[in-house]
């Protein structure tokens, strides 16, 4: 009996220790993009898009696009995978990855647009 109670003790802590870590792996801190250069490690950054300067590869489907964030740094974001369908639309960008020679490697794209229930100017 008290073999059956440990066994499923150790069990319950494998878990709860798998649980745990898997949660702290996918936590990702939200910093500047002066923050993120310094860093070098993956974290989560938000800027202005400027779509005057975005490239997009079809063939290698690579987006490049510069952001800038709300203490006016700018950085390239290089993100590999499809382009997101509202893109065009964004106004700001959050992204999530790393800082990389020079460039902010992001692996995942969060497009931020305008509301459609934000009021008009009169």
Same mark, same amino acid.
């Given at each position: ?5 440990? /066994? =499923? ?7 709860? =220790?798998?649980?745990?870590? +898997?949660?702290?792996?996918?936590? %990702? +801190? $939200?910093?500047? /993009?002066?923050?993120? !250069? ?5 974290? !989560? ?10 490239? $997009?590869?079809?063939? +290698? #489907?690579? /987006?490049?696009?510069?952001? %800038?964030?709300?203490?006016?740094? #700018? ?6 995978? %499809?382009?997101?369908?509202?893109? +065009? #639309?964004? %106004? ?6 790393? $800082?990389? !020679? ?5 692996? !995942?794209? /969060? ?6 229930? #934000?009021?008009?100017?009169?």
């Amino acid at each position: 009996m008290k073999i059956k109670i440990i /066994l =499923a003790a150790v069990i319950v802590l494998a878990v709860g =220790a798998w649980a745990f870590s +898997s949660f702290t792996d996918s936590m %990702t +801190s $939200y910093v500047s /993009l002066a923050e993120a !250069q310094k860093r070098g490690a993956k974290v !989560q950054v938000m800027g202005e898009i400027d779509h005057d300067k975005v490239s $997009y590869d079809v063939d +290698s #489907q690579i /987006l490049v696009f510069p952001i %800038t964030d709300d203490e006016g740094t #700018q950085v390239n974001v290089k993100f590999s995978g %499809t382009m997101p369908g509202n893109f +065009s #639309q964004a %106004t700001h960008a959050v992204c999530v990855g790393k $800082y990389e !020679q020079g460039e902010f490697v992001a692996d !995942q794209l /969060l497009i931020k647009c305008p509301s459609k229930y #934000q009021g008009e100017e009169i």
